[in-house]
């Protein structure tokens, strides 16, 4: 059984419009947003083995927000993952060794929430649950989706995984 964590980067700021879109920081609200995920994941005992993240300012500055680990997990800047859609994010984590247990990765929407939606195969079927239904309505920033993949990172595609949970920032603490 492997576990892979979604984590959408928190909110950026759109201050400068000159800036280029993958320049741009996280702001005031995007950084409290960050800190109480990683608080909750901490209470929840998410701990990846494996952080792919988006190169994008805005990712990376996601990624030490969740930072110290306490195991520190293998991490990798994969240019491939800024504003993937759900195809390339399939593909990158189907080239997971099966050895890794827990993935996070850290991007963008669209491309996370289709990946999501996807895994778990919710265009078939309504959502069942309060989570499902949430993630059915979106991927906000700073939002994480939980899921378990119960066979190998090569084989995984659509509905091979189930939703164990589904948070936003707005349901920590209100700074969605």
């Known amino acids: 059984m492997h576990q892979l964590i979604l984590l959408r980067h928190a909110k950026s700021s759109w201050d400068d419009p000159a800036l280029p879109d993958r320049d741009r920081p996280l702001n005031g609200r995007g950084r409290r947003a960050a800190a109480a995920m990683r608080t909750a994941m901490r209470d929840l005992g998410l701990a990846p083995d494996v952080v792919l993240v988006s190169p994008a300012r805005r990712t990376m500055e996601t990624l030490a927000a969740l930072e110290p680990w306490d195991d520190a997990p293998l991490t990798e800047p994969m240019e491939r993952l800024y504003l993937a859609d759900a195809a390339t994010l399939i593909a990158i984590l189907q080239e997971v060794r099966d050895t890794v247990r827990a993935v996070l990765v850290i991007g963008h929407n669209p491309g996370l929430h289709?990946?999501?939606?996807?895994?778990?195969?919710?265009?078939?079927?309504?959502?069942?649950?309060?989570?499902?239904?949430?993630?059915?309505?979106?991927?906000?920033?700073?939002?994480?989706?939980?899921?378990?993949?119960?066979?190998?990172?090569?084989?995984?595609?659509?509905?091979?995984?189930?939703?164990?949970?589904?948070?936003?920032?707005?349901?920590?603490?209100?700074?969605?």
Do not use: K, N
């Open 114 to 176: 289709d990946l999501a939606l996807s895994l778990i195969g919710t265009e078939a079927s309504p959502p069942r649950d309060r989570a499902r239904a949430e993630l059915a309505r979106g991927f906000p920033t700073g939002a994480l989706a939980e899921l378990t993949v119960p066979g190998p990172w090569h084989a995984l595609g659509v509905g091979g995984a189930q939703l164990a949970r589904f948070l936003t920032p707005r349901q920590l603490d209100g700074t969605g």
